[in-house]
């Protein structure tokens, strides 16, 4: 685009770069959510030591054109800066990871004529911290509790700034934002500018559009802006007034383009930003209750902050989990530990995750001898992995299987403890800022003997998120046997029945229980023998069916569905658990309601 004057006289020369206020480069900035970037009142860095080679004398006159998407995006724009989304994450981004830009039909314009008299490009490593910044950054720090240390880091970077321009330009500028009435479009032709008459008085905002070339053209105006100079000059004396007052006052310069920023905490000692870094990662990290025997040396598996996990290893055998290893985007790896470093090509196996998977939830089954004697993982693409370390045709004795869920939140890592040849303890590591909106929360209850062959009926459900249990069949002859428990989800817009295998053999007179359209199962009572299931009757919203199976066992078990975490009502989800010539125990899961096919 053409100088919008180019008769008018160049610039006085430019008053020399010692004269250049701290305040340019080395004052922290808040990112308010609704009004931009705000420059604080306080100095918070300073040079380590005097150094101008970064400060560049300019003269000269631009003027561009800014297209935003949105009103936050085009006030940003008319600062000079870039948009929210092109400026560096800093450590407290990870709570409000996930919220999503907001898209206008309107398309804002901005067009701003600068008037540059100096660049400055500033090394980070060339600035550190002010001292009362590092004290009140400590102070925080030193609160008795995580949630009184954000708060009170909260309070620091509202007073001091988020972020610190490092490469930026100085001077003075006309701006004008708003959206274009239908049809129009900026003109490059820019009419002369001429001082007010007292035939033809207006005021500031009708020199600015006059100016800049777009009177009459927006349909809707963000702002009209004069930022360093003398106002009152352009006022009175029109553009060469201005323009002198720019020149001959450097202590009214003011930024007027951001090209690089850095967070605040990058002034900080390595030791001190790291402190902070790990609070707000922390904060989103949380972890599952552990799984096994507290017994030989103790691992870490999430300790590289939120990162997304691409692949993870398992060795294992027929009767046991030897090692695990996580991969991370960027190629950070957790583990093994030590069966898997000193036999790499033993038997292993990969579970891949692409970008948007995520392991939801685990399961757990712990040996009484003390280690891992399998795990399952499930994606959030509704994939289930085998089952490590237990083979489906084997017999096995182990505690009762724990369900690991990330209720809705995803793995970060693995944690626990491991000896030379098997994981000893397992604890999930989950992250609240990924979120399955399609997901249950569920809670589980157990009921029946140590033995038998492994099964899991959430491998078979078309949709976990709208699955309910329509139908139960079994036969009982002693122990509860040929149990088999029909699903409908619906998929792609459809109904699906699920059925998976029978668990038990199939002897003994059989029963049926059938549930009406918005019957769930919210109880269940029985018995066992500490070896197998002898009854059982399930409990509806609706009524208490039958119970299956004749004989009674010597331990009874009640279990009614528990609430959500909200108070809301669960139902019976599905069933895992160990089965052979019967069936030897039950996992019971709770979930809440089904979620509807729609803004579930």
Request: net charge negative; with cysteine.
């Amino acid at each position: 685009m053409p100088d919008p004057n180019p008769e008018e006289p160049r610039m006085p020369e430019i008053i020399p770069s010692q004269s250049i206020t701290p305040d340019l480069v080395l004052t922290g900035v808040f990112l308010d959510p609704t009004a931009g970037p705000v420059t604080t009142n306080r100095q918070v860095a300073a040079l380590k030591q005097s150094n101008t080679d970064g400060i560049i004398e300019v003269n000269e006159s631009v003027t561009e054109d800014i297209y935003s998407q949105n009103a936050l995006d085009a006030h940003y724009a008319q600062l000079g800066w870039p948009s929210p989304d092109k400026l560096p994450s800093k450590p407290w981004d990870v709570l409000t990871r996930g919220a999503q830009r907001t898209l206008e039909t309107e398309t804002w314009v901005t067009r701003r004529f600068m008037v540059q008299r100096v660049a400055i490009n500033i090394s980070p490593r060339d600035l550190c911290a002010v001292k009362p910044f590092v004290k009140e950054v400590e102070a925080a720090l030193g609160k008795g509790t995580d949630s009184l240390r954000l708060q009170a880091l909260r309070e620091v970077f509202e007073t001091w700034g988020e972020i610190i321009p490092v490469n930026l330009v100085a001077g003075a500028i006309l701006s004008v934002t708003g959206t274009l009435i239908d049809g129009r479009s900026l003109s490059d032709d820019i009419p002369p500018t001429n001082p007010p008459s007292e035939n033809r008085p207006y005021n500031l905002t009708e020199i600015v559009d006059r100016q800049l070339g777009i009177a009459r053209i927006f349909e809707k105006r963000l702002e009209s802006r004069v930022q360093g100079g003398s106002s009152e000059a352009l006022l009175n004396e029109g553009y060469a007034g201005w323009l002198k007052s720019v020149a001959e006052s450097p202590a009214r310069w003011r930024v007027i383009k951001v090209y690089r920023t850095i967070p605040i905490t990058d002034i900080l000692s390595d030791q001190l930003r790291e402190r902070v870094e790990k609070l707000y990662t922390d904060s989103l990290i949380y972890r599952s209750p552990s799984v096994g025997a507290p017994q030989g040396f103790g691992f870490q598996g999430a300790t590289g902050g939120l990162r997304d996990i691409e692949r993870i290893t398992i060795w294992f055998t027929d009767r046991r989990v030897q090692d695990v290893s996580v991969t991370y985007t960027g190629g950070v790896v957790a583990g093994p530990y030590s069966f898997g470093i000193k036999n790499p090509k033993s038997q292993s196996d990969h579970i891949l995750l692409a970008p948007g998977e995520y392991v939801t939830d685990l399961f757990v089954w712990h040996h009484f001898d003390g280690w891992i004697a399998g795990i399952q993982f499930v994606k959030n693409n509704l994939e289930c992995s085998p089952i490590y370390g237990i083979r489906d045709r084997d017999s096995f004795h182990t505690h009762p299987p724990a369900l690991l869920s990330g209720n809705g939140n995803a793995l970060l890592g693995i944690s626990g403890t491991y000896n030379s040849d098997n994981i000893c303890q397992v604890k999930a590591v989950w992250r609240s800022d990924v979120i399955m909106r399609r997901k249950r929360h569920t809670q589980t209850s157990f009921a029946g003997g140590h033995g038998g062959y492994v099964f899991n009926d959430l491998q078979y459900l078309a949709d976990p998120a709208t699955s309910r249990i329509v139908h139960i069949t079994a036969r009982a002859d002693g122990g509860l046997a040929n149990l088999k428990t029909t699903y409908v989800s619906v998929s792609g817009g459809s109904l699906v029945c699920s059925e998976p295998p029978p668990r038990g053999s199939d002897t003994g007179p059989m029963k049926t229980m059938t549930l009406e359209e918005g019957e769930y199962i919210i109880g269940v009572r029985g018995s066992h023998n500490h070896g197998h299931i002898h009854q059982i009757q399930f409990v509806t919203n609706k009524k208490e069916h039958p119970v299956f199976g004749s004989d009674k066992g010597i331990a009874s078990f009640s279990f009614d569905a528990p609430k959500t975490i909200d108070g809301k009502d669960m139902v019976l989800h599905y069933m895992a658990g160990k089965s052979g010539g019967c069936v030897h125990s039950l996992l019971f899961v709770w979930a809440g309601m089904p979620l509807h096919t729609t803004g579930a």
